[in-house]
């Protein structure tokens, strides 16, 4: 086949054709509302359980008509990364953020997979920089990191030479098996030996978490000696740096933990993005930013080319302030039993929300322009204001340096990755950067950065982009971009969920919340409806609770809520519950096909 002109797009942006849900939908919710006025019309014969009732149909349909508005038009994203390729261009740079919290419960072997895996990625290892945000300040994490960026030097032109799939190890080995008829001795020796190697490694780090102290705490791990978790200063360390700029070799690897103290507020995985936006704005200074969770692993290495092809072909930078891909999990129970694998979410009122402003930031998986995170509107008239002295410094902290480099940044100045040799030299001052009173007087966290006020500080922070005007768009490659390790189920889900459903109610109380955000007409009203529908999540178990109760009720003290089926009106309950299940099954149906 010919190769597309130079021009052609880099994406395309196609509408679904979802007609006969549409429809579905639309005559589910006309029954929904013929329900509610049959409610209405014999309330006064009927005593609390039908006030009850109503109250509880009343949120359900209101809660249908925002699902209905969000699902409305579904849109896709095509992305050709050959295209892109095809036009030779200076690929930009990108800063890829891992964040991890926890050894015990986030074991380093999972964080050093997803490392592996960034690290190998499809792209020039020149132009990539991986910071890593350890909050457990744990002497483990890094010797895991430091081993894990040893084996890196093979690891990564191994996956490059045989154009591998899977980079993350555990999965690649635990996946891929090798059968002689398809591969070369060649492969199969090289093969045998790296998985010999990354068995070496998790060994290490394995025996290394048994012991109490995973080597002795000297030379660079002197910082972690005689240190508490939640009490500590700033630890940075280049693990590696890629002195040369070798396109084709290992991108700097970054440690930091950023200072605890006491009494000092670390906003949670808000706090450790800020630090980390600040850290690399020290030291790489790149316009693109990608942030993933220690617990998911780039699962298709031509993601970051994918992303640029939205990052960069959008006519206009309004429409892609960040691109945003799903969480998909690796190894869900069958058939999901507790709905950990988002489906309906994503597949169904995921690609909605896509057709409208674009996706909300899921807090991993997600390449965000730095200067949107450092605070510009998309037609942005103050920019030579923002960019004085006093404001930089007023809005972005007291450092001189870390000022210069947002300046370039707002600016839209070229940001080369910085050259040979002086990354170590970076890290002394961007300890200043990283300690827990920087951000004090300064806009972090409510103008720029992670947004603070929300234990879901993903979704407060995806809110405050599109309540400036920005849209946001969805890539979704086969094969997935990412892979994420769900909790198993049971009460972990349960945890999960409630800190969620919390997480979401608080951004009501925050300043930022869509309410107040529509007033200054940036947020378009369909995408506050969506917003509407998220932050109530967790409010829509009360209903669903008294409704459930409602039937034991009537069943204890023999009497009912739903009409009568002699009445003339059960055909519309049955028809309803028919239409539902209907719909469930083609949705199911148009998926798998
Ligand atoms: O003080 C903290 C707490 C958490 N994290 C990291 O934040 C990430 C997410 O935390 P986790 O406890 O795994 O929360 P989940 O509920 O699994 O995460 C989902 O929900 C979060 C809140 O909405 C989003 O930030 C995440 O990206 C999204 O995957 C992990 O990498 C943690 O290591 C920190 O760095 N510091
Ligand atoms: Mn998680």
Wanted: aromatic letters at 12%; hydrophobic letters at 40%.
């Amino acid at each position: 086949m010919a190769n597309p002109p130079l021009s052609a797009p880099l994406y395309d942006r196609i509408s679904r054709r979802n007609n006969i849900p549409r429809a579905i939908e639309l005559i589910i919710l006309f029954l929904l509302f013929s329900l509610l006025l049959y409610r209405l019309l014999s309330l006064k014969d009927h005593g609390f359980t039908w006030v009850l009732a109503l109250l509880c149909e009343s949120w359900f349909t209101f809660t249908w008509v925002l699902v209905i508005s969000t699902k409305w038009n579904q849109v896709e994203y095509m992305t050709y990364p050959k295209r892109l390729l095809q036009r030779k261009l200076e690929l930009p740079p990108v800063d890829m953020f891992v964040t991890t919290a926890d050894p015990v419960l986030e074991p380093p072997i999972l964080t050093v997979n997803t490392v592996l895996s960034l690290l190998a990625v499809d792209y020039p290892a020149d132009k990539l920089a991986c910071y890593v945000s350890d909050d457990g300040a744990s002497p483990l994490t890094f010797y895991s990191l430091v081993e894990a960026s040893k084996f890196a030097k093979i690891w990564v032109p191994f996956c490059k030479k045989y154009n591998v799939q899977i980079r993350a190890p555990f999965r690649f080995f635990s996946v891929e098996s090798i059968s002689p008829q398809d591969v070369s001795l060649e492969f199969q020796q090289e093969w045998k030996k790296m998985k010999g190697e990354y068995e070496k490694l998790s060994q290490k780090i394995e025996d290394a978490s048994r012991r109490s102290q995973p080597c002795e705490l000297t030379g660079d791990f002197a910082d972690f000696s005689n240190i508490q978790r939640k009490n500590h200063p700033t630890i940075i360390k280049v693990i590696w740096e890629n002195k040369e700029a070798v396109a084709n070799g290992v991108p700097h690897v970054i440690y930091i933990s950023r200072e605890k103290r006491p009494k000092q507020p670390h906003h949670f995985k808000a706090g450790a993005m800020n630090i980390l936006t600040r850290v690399s704005g020290m030291i790489t200074n790149a316009p693109f930013m990608l942030n993933l969770d220690c617990d998911m692993y780039v699962n298709n290495p031509q993601i970051v080319v994918h992303a640029m092809c939205l990052l960069l072909g959008v006519s206009n930078e309004r429409d892609c302030a960040f691109v945003q891909s799903p969480q998909i999990f690796y190894d869900g129970l069958k058939d999901d039993p507790f709905g950990n694998q988002m489906v309906v979410l994503y597949e169904y009122v995921g690609h909605g929300i896509v057709g409208i402003q674009g996706p909300l930031y899921g807090g991993t998986g997600c390449f965000h322009r730095r200067k949107v995170i450092y605070g510009l509107s998309p037609d942005d008239n103050e920019i030579t204001r923002k960019l004085s002295n006093e404001a930089l410094l007023k809005t972005f902290g007291r450092s001189m340096e870390f000022t210069k480099s947002a300046a370039k940044i707002l600016s839209g100045m070229k940001t080369s990755s910085t050259g040979p040799n002086n990354i170590s030299s970076c890290t002394e001052t961007a300890y200043q950067v990283a300690g827990c009173d920087y951000e004090y007087g300064s806009s972090w966290g409510r103008e720029v950065g992670w947004m603070y006020g929300s234990t879901t500080e993903d979704v407060l922070t995806g809110l405050t982009i599109h309540g400036r005007g920005w849209k946001s768009t969805f890539c979704s490659p086969n094969p997935p971009a990412f892979l994420g390790c769900a909790p198993p189920g049971g009460p972990a889900t349960m945890i999960q969920q409630k800190r969620w459903a919390t997480g979401l109610l608080e951004i009501l109380f925050t300043p930022k919340n869509p309410f107040i955000l529509i007033l200054n007409g940036k947020l378009q009203f369909r995408q506050c409806l969506v917003y509407t529908w998220v932050v109530l999540w967790g409010l829509q178990s009360i209903p669903e609770l008294c409704y459930a109760a409602l039937s034991a009720y009537c069943l204890i003290t023999d009497s009912h809520f739903m009409p009568k089926v002699r009445t003339n009106h059960h055909h519309l309950i049955l028809l309803s519950c028919g239409l539902k299940i209907f719909e469930e099954v083609l949705f199911d149906y148009c998926k798998r096909s």
